[in-house]
């Protein structure tokens, strides 16, 4: 899994921090110290079940033109927007 993490200075010390976690955080005399502790903390937190990665389903712009293909309201939205766009040229 890939995290996506923060890296700070503060005072001559490195803040590590995880992304949209605001509670896990580590600070350390170097950068490298900072991410390996933090690397640590999310390992921890994976392994007890705390921090997971889920898969959500999304609906593409070719799932939604399936979807509504046959939809009388999309039609008159789309032929208004096609009227508007050629009202102002």
Known sequence: MT??????????HFTASLVGVPNLSVEEPTRDQAIASLKAQIQQRIEIGELLQLEVDTIGVSQLAE??????TLREISDQAYQLHDAER
């Open 3 to 12: 995290f996506p993490v923060l890296v700070k200075v503060n005072d001559g």
């Open 67 to 72: 979807k509504y293909k046959d939809d009388p």
